[in-house]
């Protein structure tokens, strides 16, 4: 399984430092030193997204970040509570998904994920 060029053209286009890695016959791209808000317990973060062999006709459903995150003051973020190993890593699960009517096949992929992934580590520093 690989990486749709689109995808990967989008990445490297937005200076992303990225690889992928199949595990459990998934595709997981990994996006390392991804920048966060402020407002959580760092500054960056390693993104996992883990695309089902349906993609890019079906959306991803959630994401996984090291290292784990809180609110800036300690607080517990939403639905991140539970932690699975991939990669022989253990990953923080933010656990996001859309409505199914939000993905549009053949215009969305890893870019506009991206920006909802934003929108939600936005609101989690607010």
């Known amino acids: 399984m690989m ?3 689109d995808d990967a053209e989008f990445l490297s ?3 992303y430092t990225w690889r992928t890695f199949e595990e459990g016959g998934t595709l997981n791209v990994e996006v390392s ?3 966060l808000p402020d407002g959580l317990s760092a500054k960056t973060v390693t993104v996992l997204f883990r695309l089902s062999p349906g993609y890019p006709d079906a959306p991803p459903d959630m994401w996984w970040v090291i290292p784990h995150l809180t609110t800036a003051g300690g607080g517990v ?3 991140t509570e539970s932690l699975e190993i991939y990669d022989g890593r253990t990953w923080q699960r933010w656990s996001r998904h859309l409505d199914p009517s939000s993905w549009k ?3 969305d992929g890893l870019e506009s994920y991206i920006r909802l992934l934003r ?3 936005t609101a989690a520093a607010a």
């Open 119 to 121: 929108t939600e580590l």
């Open 33 to 35: 030193n991804f920048p």
């Open 77 to 79: 973020i939403q639905a």
């Open 3 to 5: 990486l749709p060029p």
């Open 13 to 15: 286009r937005a200076g």
């Open 105 to 107: 096949a053949g215009v």
